[in-house]
RNA sequence: GGGCGGAUAGCUCAGUUGGGAGAGCGCAGCCCUUACAAGGCUGAGGUCACAGGUUCGAUCCCUGUUCCGCCUACCA
């Protein structure tokens, strides 16, 4: 057998297995399995994007769930694809074309999606390689692209329908508006950020007041929107201001007669109590003109400047214009005050720009009727967040919904499949490009301009990926799919959408469980972001402790609902960890005999006649299963940190630190050649079913030692996932006995500082028959572990003279020191063992003497006090006997 | 304004039918013991944020407070 190098190098080990199982197919999902299915959708990342954190995180747990359902013998599709992501890769190609000195305008829109295409093929999508880096065992042969011609036809399909039952509008209405991106944008896609301004209070003139030089404050933030102003409102309840609703005032400036209404929306405690009103650029007030029949008056142009309405303003940014209006007032004295405010104002989520709120032409979606049937599905439990707790996020939103602007003024996306017609303005909408007008069969149409949100698309990707409008044989197995695993971030935007959608065309729910996977920060608890410079690249870390130690250190961190500080020390510990288990196979290589191998093939042997089984064999393969039992238990649950634990405790504080030095001796024949047999055939069984357990985990690092102890063709991940079922809970509660001695003869050896290589004496005391059974049976074990030359197991008695002692449960154990004891030393070490043993005899001595707890706690709970009580005597019992000794010596 | 989450060892975090507080890293001491110094052995370190309540019993359940995050919202 090949001698494996000292340390694990991961380097060397992972590209050629991402290749080996992609080439074998072994990812791939079969459609004439009778398997049970478990199928997944990938949360497309951007076309644009390279791989973070969070795409790492939400890639391994994903990979966990697959490579297990894939052991546990299901029939697996986890379908990989990308998004086309509209704006930001129009932002990226315009960039391009800027350092060339081109616009996408001058080049016109065929040959600027001919340039993104071309992009695309070149420099898109390279986050695919980095996910197959990650070892993401997708079914590559699937991948899908929101643009491709399948995905599109999804989209045209849905599109035609919903307009033809009315739940897609175009009509004209305020929405968020980008004058950087020069686009329309959702609610969602405008993001809110506190940032320090100013509260202005401005003079409004009463018409009828020009004699009396009356007059009425409004408040407001953006004093330069006042150009537009249509009325100034007040809530009809305020005495202040009630009998002034119907006058008319002059608008500064503009000189435009405006008038003083009543609406309950206005909030008498803010400001004023008076509001300026201005439909065509705040959402607020555009509600407010259509409750009251008022004008919209817009002061701006696409690029964020005034327009011809603003009057002597015209051709100046908005914020220029901010302070020119604020002047202009100040001078004509309608500038009552100035406060320092803090404000919210919403910025476009891709380029930061703030966004303006603009009177526009666009395409709706009214969601209220989609979201209905959606709340019912969580409702009803047809579909599960995990944690839970998101489903009031998801229900909060959903239950407020308002009507989705999906129509984006870009090129690069799904083209809207509207044909307006010149003659008769008929809107023709049709999934196939029509070559006259629907409603008077002229062929003077022309198509919309737009294309669709990329949310749009993505709404749609559980059932498009799977060949839908078409009735694949994909989308009869795989949908609804069974997990989606994502961000909190996209809750709304992508997950409810999808739910939507989902429910509408397919009649079923896109997926049973939404696992919501936490947040990455760095080691302070900052956001990652580029702009603080805290970012950790995944592909840095891979590269430095490997794809394995990186993919632990953030399943070990996946806890439910919490965020993830993520620090490289951690990573480092889970490198350390690879390299532990790596050694523990050099250690069972090395040591198998040719025979052994030739015998039978390590991959795929069995457990030999249980009756040969020794204590440390029975307590190893006891422990194996349960931790078996708990790394199932929390990969189904979710609690993949949960797993993780398990299994590093597993390997490394049970088998490596426990169990191969058991058998050390065995394995080196020392004990005979048939306890050789058996200790090679438990420790090679028990290393291959370790491998299989940490596969979803650690994929490369238990590949790459399976393969050295397989001999035909298989993946470890085509042998199935482990499920032990030996139990000896006898011998585990033995074994721990026996290690709790070890460890007490090894904590003795430590504070008397005895030389490593001094072999001792020991004697041990137990009353309890069963207890000295175990010691004894453990002698062998003790002996070695211990570093003991004679051991005795005695039920009552006197320790040697000149020996020191320390108390296990049930046990007292006795090791003579040779030379002479200091006396001090040792009356220290056992007056803190009394002090630590009084506090809690106390504790349970005070339990026991409460009558209420007698009567009313139950009864195993009282049993085991009364056992701990006595358990404490006797212990306190012997320390105080070791003190006296002591003092007797003393003298 | 509404909602959610967090506060446990120096640091990062586990800890559910409520019943003797755990891990990793770091720290201290000893050890290059033939799998592993990316290692071994041993150890120190915690009024479980604060105040009440329920209970025989609370880190855990309930209420309130403080601090820290996040999401959401039409106080201009």
């Known amino acids: 057998m090949k001698t494996l190098d000292k340390t694990y190098n991961p380097a060397k080990v992972e590209p050629r297995w991402s290749e080996h199982w992609i080439e074998k197919g072994l990812f791939r999902a079969d459609t004439d399995s009778r398997k049970p299915v478990f199928s997944m959708v990938i949360p497309p990342p951007n076309i644009t994007g390279s791989l973070h954190c969070g795409h790492a995180l939400n890639s391994t747990l994903q990979d966990v769930l697959a490579r297990y359902k894939r052991m546990k013998g299901f029939n697996v599709l986890w379908l990989p694809g990308i998004d086309h992501a509209g704006i930001a890769t129009q932002n990226v190609v315009e960039r391009m074309l800027a350092e060339e000195g081109l616009t996408r305008e001058r080049l016109g829109r065929e040959r600027f999606l001919e340039r993104v295409w071309k992009w695309k ?82 003079v409004y003139p009463l018409k009828d007041g020009k004699k009396t030089r009356k007059t009425i404050t409004v408040a407001t933030t953006r004093p330069e929107t006042m150009l537009g102003d249509t009325a100034v409102a007040v809530n009809p309840s305020d005495k202040r201001y009630a009998s002034l609703i119907g006058t008319t005032i002059i608008l500064p400036l503009v000189n435009r007669e405006i008038p003083l209404i009543g609406d309950n929306g206005v909030d008498m405690e803010f400001g004023t109590g008076a509001v300026k009103v201005t439909p065509a650029h705040d959402f607020n007030d555009f509600e407010m003109a259509r409750r009251h029949d008022l004008e919209c008056v817009r002061v701006m142009d696409l690029d964020g400047r005034m327009n011809e309405n603003a009057g002597r303003f015209k051709g100046l940014d908005r914020f220029r214009a901010r302070e020119a209006v604020v002047e202009a007032l100040r001078e004509e004295g309608f500038v009552k005050k100035v406060d320092n405010y803090r404000l919210l104002i919403g910025t476009c989520y891709r380029c930061g720009t703030t966004v303006e709120p603009t009177l526009s032409k666009q395409w709706f979606v009214d969601v209220k009727p989609l979201a209905e049937p959606a709340i019912k599905a969580v409702e009803e439990g047809r579909i599960v967040f995990i944690p839970r707790s998101w489903e009031n ?85 795989f949908y609804p799919t069974t997990v989606l695993s994502t961000g909190f971030d996209i809750i709304f935007f992508w997950v409810a959408r999808m739910i939507m959608m989902g429910l509408k065309f397919m009649g079923d729910v896109p997926f049973r469980d939404v696992y919501i996977h936490a947040l990455i920060r760095d080691a302070e608890g900052q956001k990652m972001s580029k702009s603080r410079g805290n970012v950790i690249d995944p592909l840095v870390m891979m590269e430095r402790y490997g794809t394995d130690a ?37 250690f069972v290589f090395m040591n198998l005999e040719e025979e052994d191998l030739e015998e039978e093939d390590l991959a795929e042997g069995r457990y030999p006649d249980t009756s040969l089984y020794n204590i440390p064999d029975r307590w190893i393969l006891t422990r194996l299963k349960r931790c078996a039992d708990e790394v199932s238990k929390g990969i189904e649950t979710y609690n993949f940190d949960e797993s993780a634990r398990s299994l590093y405790r597993f390997i490394w504080h049970e088998l490596c630190d426990w169990y191969v030095e058991l058998v050390k001796p065995d394995i080196k024949g020392e004990r005979g050649e048939e306890r050789r047999k058996v200790a090679v055939h438990v420790l090679t069984s028990v290393l291959r079913d370790t491998l299989k357990l940490l596969h979803p985990f650690m994929p490369f690092i238990t590949e790459e030692i399976f393969s050295y102890m397989k001999k035909r063709d298989v993946s470890i991940m085509e042998t199935g996932f482990p499920e032990p079922d030996l139990i000896f809970p006898e011998e585990e509660a033995e074994m721990e006995r026996i290690m709790s001695v070890v460890r007490a003869v090894r904590n003795i050896r430590t504070e008397m500082n005895i030389p490593h290589r001094a072999r001792v004496d020991c004697l041990c005391l137990a009353r309890d028959d069963s207890v000295r059974g175990a010691i004894l049976t453990g002698e062998a074990y003790i002996k070695d572990l211990a570093g003991v030359e004679n051991l005795r197991v005695e039920a009552s008695g006197e320790g040697p003279r000149g020996s020191v002692s320390a ?43 409460n009558e209420d707890f007698l009567n009313r706690a139950p009864r195993e709970v009282v049993a085991k006090e009364k056992r701990r009580l006595e358990e404490l005597l006797e212990k306190k019992g012997r320390i105080e006997t070791g003190i006296e000794r002591i003092r007797t010596v003393r003298g």
Not at 187 to 202: A, K, N, P, S, T
Not at 412 to 430: F, L, M, Q, S
């Open 121 to 202: 093929e070149e420099s898109g999508g390279r986050i695919l390689e980095q996910l197959k880096r990650l070892g993401a065992s997708c079914d590559w042969t699937r991948l899908r692209f929101t643009m491709d011609e399948g995905l599109s036809r999804a989209v045209r399909e849905v599109f035609v329908r919903l307009f033809s039952e009315g739940l897609i509008y175009r009509g004209d209405y305020i929405i968020n508006w980008c004058p950087r991106c020069h686009t329309a944008l959702s609610d969602l896609e405008v993001q809110h950020e506190e940032r320090d301004g100013f509260l202005y209070y401005l």
């Open 393 to 477: 996020t998801y229900f909060e939103w959903m239950r407020n919904i308002r009507d989705w602007c999906i129509s984006r003024q870009i090129w690069w996306g799904h083209r809207i499949p509207a044909w307006y017609c010149k003659r008769c303005e008929h809107t023709t909408v049709a999934t196939t490009d029509p070559s006259v007008c629907e409603g008077c069969g002229s062929e003077e149409i022309y198509q919309d301009e737009d294309v669709l949100d990329t949310w749009f698309s993505s709404a749609l990707w559980p059932f498009s990926t799977l060949g839908w409008p078409q009735r694949t044989k994909d989308l009869e197995m």
């Open 550 to 586: 990186f993919r632990y250190t953030l399943v070990s961190f996946a806890a439910q609902g919490r965020d993830i500080k993520l620090s490289e020390d951690r990573i480092e510990g889970y490198r350390n960890f690879s390299n532990k288990l790596w050694n523990l196979a050099r």
């Open 807 to 849: 108390i296990t449960d049930g046990v007292e154990v006795f090791v003579p020191i040779s030379g002479h004891v200091d006396l001090d030393v040792e009356e220290k070490r056992l007056k803190t063992a009394l002090k630590k043993l009084l506090g809690e005899l106390s504790q349970v001595q005070r339990k026991l003497a």
